[in-house]
């Protein structure tokens, strides 16, 4: 049992026993925490990454709702900013799953793993890279008010959606606990009952505040990524603060970033195949069909249409919009 299921079960947390909780997509109960539907097992490192984390000058956090693309603009990210120190055929994406390579604030860092999180931030390597499913509002101070630069990457939220639900369907089998069916999984994404949503919040939290402050927090979409990879990487190299030289794409630089983070590359490593993310979680999780408009396989008409007007609703005003690739 999760930690702070746990407690709760025990009666051992207040605080958090007296959340509203209910059952989302993965096996664990989501807790209504400042206002986001946090998984249990996440409320303790979400306090203590809020508490305890110091932002430096140069940090880069991943942001992200889950399964809208984290796995690929992390890769992106760490070999984009570490290119001076790697070569393409000793590269460590290719022996470890990137999030090994950067690890997730509060599921990694801020939680039961790490003895001490701040003397482990500390002895980082810099620039250092985290990745965060923390909706922007639940950020900490250090980090919103630094300098430290934010990449939030959004999805379409139609194929989110057949992410999150196969995904954590196969999370479920691997505790031997039922399949949910598309329906009833549908009704809980639609409500927002998901791990860091609702989703629309997530996404207009970041959307915001990239709008305000471009220069701190750069949005991403993953259909983008897909149509024009080579252009969003230059993008994201230009907004870190360390733009590809004329040379470096001459040497083909950013094609071989691009090939190394690739979908068709990562999903037949080795480490992708068979490895563990913490022992727990199979990497092959992460990769599933890395496609944009699959989720037309899915939807019946009905569904397209409820989906359709809650994007609408929760939306409108914002100029943010998704194609819909179908
Ligand atoms: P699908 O389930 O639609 O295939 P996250 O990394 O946030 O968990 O998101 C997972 C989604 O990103 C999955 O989508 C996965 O297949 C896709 N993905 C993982 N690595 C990718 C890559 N290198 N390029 C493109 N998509 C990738």
């Known amino acids: 049992m999760a930690s702070t299921d746990r ?3 025990n009666g051992e947390d207040n ?3 007296s959340l509203r909780r209910e059952r989302g997509l993965a096996s ?5 925490f400042q206002e986001f539907w946090c998984p249990g097992i996440a409320i303790e490192g979400v306090k203590s990454f ?7 000058h140069g940090d880069v956090v991943v942001a992200s709702f889950p399964k809208t693309g984290t796995t690929w603009l992390i890769a992106l990210t760490f070999a984009t900013v570490n290119r001076q120190h790697f070569s393409a055929e000793n590269h460590p994406l290719l022996t470890s799953n990137p999030h090994t390579l950067v690890s997730c604030l509060e599921f990694k860092i801020f939680c039961d793993d790490i003895h001490d999180p701040v003397l482990h931030l500390s002895n980082m390597i810099e620039p250092r890279l985290f990745s965060t499913h923390t909706p922007f509002t639940s950020l900490p101070k250090s980090l919103t008010e630094s300098n430290a630069k934010i990449i939030y990457i959004c999805r379409n939220p139609f194929d989110t959606f057949v992410s999150a639900w196969t995904y954590f369907n196969k999370i479920r089998s691997t505790m031997s606990l039922p399949a949910l069916e598309l329906e009833e999984a549908f009704e809980m994404y639609c409500n927002g009952v998901v791990s860091f949503g609702p989703w629309w919040s997530h996404m207009l939290g970041f959307w915001k505040e990239s709008l305000v402050r471009p220069k701190k927090v750069m949005f991403l979409k993953y259909e983008d990524l897909m149509e024009n990879v080579n252009f969003h990487v230059k993008k994201i190299a230009e907004f870190l603060g360390c ?7 001459s040497d083909g630089v950013i094609e071989s970033i691009i090939k190394l983070c690739s979908f068709e590359k990562m999903k037949d490593l080795e480490v992708n195949i068979s490895g563990k993310l913490d022992k727990i979680i199979d990497n092959k999780l992460f990769f599933r069909k890395g496609e944009i408009g699959d989720w ?3 939807f019946s008409p009905s569904l397209i249409q409820k989906l359709s007007k809650i994007i609408e609703e ?3 005003g914002s100029s943010l919009s998704f194609k819909m690739y179908s």
Do not use: G, R
């Open 7 to 9: 407690k709760v079960a």
């Open 15 to 17: 605080a958090v026993f």
């Open 28 to 32: 664990s109960y989501l807790y209504l």
């Open 50 to 56: 809020q508490k305890c984390f110091q932002a430096k």
């Open 243 to 249: 733009p590809f030289t004329a040379e470096e794409e």
């Open 296 to 298: 037309i396989n899915y």
């Open 314 to 316: 929760k939306l409108d």
